[in-house]
């Protein structure tokens, strides 16, 4: 049997990098990036030394980058000692960067806030300075449940400078969801709001972590401390709750930060759930800061003039590594944001880089293909109608790309004179680890390119054998890498399971499905639980999504298999259009033309057998398509699986319908 995954499409599409980016990038062309990824591979304690000691600043220097005596529990820069916090704020004060602007936040209603380094500083100090007051201490876990806000950065940063181990949870979930996070990370303590503000609605946070507590089992949480979002009136437990500025009123404006091992767990946060129960990720202190750091600086190219803006919320790993510290401990301004894309109307975004004119932008593909919808359908809120001319570099997270979105994102939002950078990265890896480099990598459409200096990626076969170019197979990483997830918190078997299976001798399996083409490029194919298998042959479902949303009336697609007596498997997609939902005599005639479009670009075996159209697709609460569940609708049965973290169970219903 082979575990092969076949590769059907064809991307011929290659953009060299811009000369003006190459000129001044921190990684210049390709010899300068060769240059380290054989740094890495001669030596790579050496690399990681030499990474570690010029990066961070210690307050007890390391001897040993990498200790492997308990792999695959691996342990970075251990016996030295830092404080993260210390290393996003205080390294900066004795600098110009401490009156620099380090967030720039935008309220739901597009009032704006300005706090520079010096006075965040200033507020995380307080913060930490009132946790201590109240006996909190390093190593206990806090939960954090709050909108996007300055005070949700100073809350985690405050954590960080205390050791308190924190587990934010995203401001969108139930208070079921939230309830199991506090219970299976034991904490002492909830930070939350009153209420969240999105897209013009006020939304309760207190009431949800009242009724959370209320269900039993968190009898270790002493306090809920709340930030006064919108001052709406929240029931009260006298003794237990208190107001985030009364913690924080008359406290020090200075507080000395804790000197940590490098390997003291940093924070813990669940995964998106895409293919199963969500899983607990800890990471650490050092390492994960490292890397963290050394992306902002080789990936999206950190200059001191640039404005910086990653859409991600804080209650995901991209909004930990890319907005909590990435970019502070690089000293960037940057643009936090409480909203939604589509308040007041789709130009949000396009609206708030031309006011505040971001440079460097970073988003999901979800968010574009919903972009694309909308301003194909209203021409008002299409990017070409703002400014967008500060851009130099384009990011995208989350999910593959497809080409076309891609494409659109290139040329509509950047005008064709950024690079789109398709980083491919994970909540376990903690930073990025496939992506491009601004100033060096030739680009292709719907490729995340090639690997970090240091990152050792591979696509294998179960036996754990290399693949052929151009042939699918698993993505795995070989060596250890600074920011690594270390543990399932609670769960180390399930941590050995799903990451370290005995077959692959040790590497870091990803869960992804992925080929190399004969540029050594990386293409992500999705995900390994989602593998097609049709008359016999395997294909992932990157590739026929992609052709599905290159058809001109597509928004969005998945593709998933179904039992089928003669071709083993069927292929089931599910379509958003552009346009509304088509009538059944009209959903008909486009579901032919669609399955034409399919035979034509790929072959008639990835011809989907049955097309369903929805307003939208099932998808985590960070905005991934759950095919998993789809699978269950394409055959007509029950959903018995975890669904914590489902944003919109009633499109279930929508899509359980055939055309
Ligand atoms: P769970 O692990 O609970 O199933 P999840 O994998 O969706 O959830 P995350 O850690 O948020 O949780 O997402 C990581 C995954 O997202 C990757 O494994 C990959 O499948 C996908 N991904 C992220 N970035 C990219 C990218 N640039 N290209 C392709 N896929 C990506
Ligand atoms: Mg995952």
Known sequence: MTTEIESVLVENRVFPPFENLVKHANIS?????????????????????????????????????????????????????MNVSANCLDRHLNTPVADKVALIFEADDGKVEHVT???LHARVCEFANGLKALGYEAGQRAVIYMPMSVEA??????????????????????????????????????????????????????????????????????????????????????????WMHEVCAGQAQTCEPVSLSGEHPLFILYTSGSTGKPKGVQHSTAGYLLWSLMTMKWTFDAKDSDVYWCTADVGWVTGHTYITYGPLAAGLTQVVFEGVPTYPDAGRFWDMIQRHKVTVFYTAPTAIRSLIKLAESTPTVHPREYDLRSLRILGSVGEPINPEAWMWYYTQVGGERCPVLDTWWQTETGAHMITPLPGATPLKPGSCTLPLPGIAAAVVDETGEEVERGKGGFLVIKRPWPSMVRTIWGDPERFKKSYFPPELKGWYLAGDGAQRDTDGYFWIMGRIDDVLNVSGHR?????????????????????????????????????VLKRSLPEREEAMEIAKQLRDWVSKEIGPIAKPKDIRFGENLPKTRSGKIMRRLLRVVAKGEEITQDVSTLENPAILQQLSQSV
Request: charged residues 25%.
């Open 29 to 81: 062309g390709m010899d300068a990036y060769r240059a380290l990824c054989d740094e890495a591979d001669r030596d790579p304690e050496a690399f990681w030394t030499r990474l570690g000691r010029e990066n961070l600043v210690w307050t007890k220097p390391f001897t040993r980058a990498l200790d492997e005596s308990e792999a695959p529990f691996f342990h970075w820069y251990a016996d030295g000692e």
């Open 153 to 242: 950065v100073v809350a985690m940063q405050a954590c960080a400078r205390l050791g308190i181990i924190h587990s934010v949870v995203f401001g969108g979930f139930s208070s079921k969801s939230l309830h199991e996070r506090i219970v299976d990370v034991q904490a002492v303590l909830v930070i939350t709001a009153d209420e969240q503000v999105r897209g013009g609605k006020k939304i309760p946070l207190k009431p949800a972590v009242d009724e959370a507590l209320g269900f039993g089992g968190c009898e270790t949480v002493s306090k809920v401390i709340v930030y006064r979002r919108t001052g709406s009136e929240v029931a009260w437990k006298a003794g237990r709750d208190l």
């Open 117 to 119: 380094y010096r006075q």
């Open 539 to 575: 294909l992932g479902t990157m590739e026929v999504e992609s052709v599905l949303v290159a058809h001109e009336l597509v928004a969005e697609a998945a593709v998933v298999g179904r039992p089928d007596d003669t071709t083993g498997e069927a292929l089931v997609a599910f379509v």
